[in-house]
């Protein structure tokens, strides 16, 4: 079952400007992840953020996390073409040794030249 | 560093017959991932493996799907017999351990896709 539900399912935006990705959660986590898919390809890590953090950067990424909300935000900061792809929030619990990275539905994201 | 390997990029194969997904890990990574990719059900993980040892196959959808790691630098996904719903993207990923005990992010191969006709 898919833990994470992702919002919007679609996005579409000129290069050059912000995107921004949501993604809420419905049970407690370790931490949340975000990767990207091209298509027809596997999923790169992005960035991951822990349940004690409020907000990581790296680069063009700025992701936020609240855990109140069982929520995420990725933002992705002057869009390029090459950032086009799906992307997906993944939250792992560990749970007395056993783990579970459970993805979301993913965004698909198209960046217009 | 080549990433994780699959193999086949591309499966096709008739309804009945056993079909084997073949996946070579980065080496030192301690875990082992495979999930399935579809439209419907999204990415799911059905079975994931620590130092060789599968740790939790829940996900594996039936008794006709078995996994094996008999070394740190291989991993197999079998399916006997396949049917037409097996149709899907298999994904393998390996990660390493951070030192509090949360995993690093997960590094994907580029997938299987199979198409059982």
């Known amino acids: 079952s898919q833990q994470g539900e992702e919002d919007p399912q679609a996005l579409s935006i000129q290069e050059g400007e912000n995107a921004t990705m949501n993604c809420s959660y419905k049970t407690s986590i370790n931490n949340l992840q975000w990767y990207r898919q091209n298509s027809g390809r596997g999923l790169v890590h992005l960035i991951l953020i822990r349940s004690n953090e409020r907000e990581k950067h790296s680069g063009r990424l700025r992701v936020t996390l609240d855990t109140s909300k069982k929520s995420s935000s990725l933002l992705i900061t002057a869009s390029r073409a090459a950032d086009t792809a799906s992307y997906f929030c993944a939250t792992l619990l560990l749970n007395f040794g056993n783990e579970k990275l459970t993805f979301g539905t993913g965004t698909r994201l198209t960046i217009i030249p | 560093d080549a990433g994780v390997i699959q193999s086949p990029r591309h499966e096709v194969t008739e309804m009945g017959q056993e079909v084997t997904l073949r996946c070579k890990p980065i080496?030192?990574?301690?875990?082992l991932f495979w999930y399935r990719q579809t439209m419907m059900r999204g990415l799911e993980l059905l079975i994931y493996?620590?130092?060789?040892?599968?740790?939790?196959d829940s996900g594996m959808p039936e008794d006709r799907f078995s996994a094996k790691m008999p070394n740190a630098s291989f991993s197999t996904l079998k399916i006997q017999p396949s049917e037409p719903r097996d149709s899907a993207v298999y994904f393998c990923?390996?990660?390493?351990?951070?030192?509090?005990?949360?995993?690093?992010?997960?590094?994907f191969g580029s997938g299987t896709r199979l198409t059982v006709v």
């Open positions: 493996f620590n130092n060789n040892v599968p740790i939790d």
């Open positions: 080496s030192g990574h301690d875990y």
């Open positions: 990923a390996s990660s390493l351990q951070s030192g509090i005990g949360e995993r690093w992010g997960y590094t």
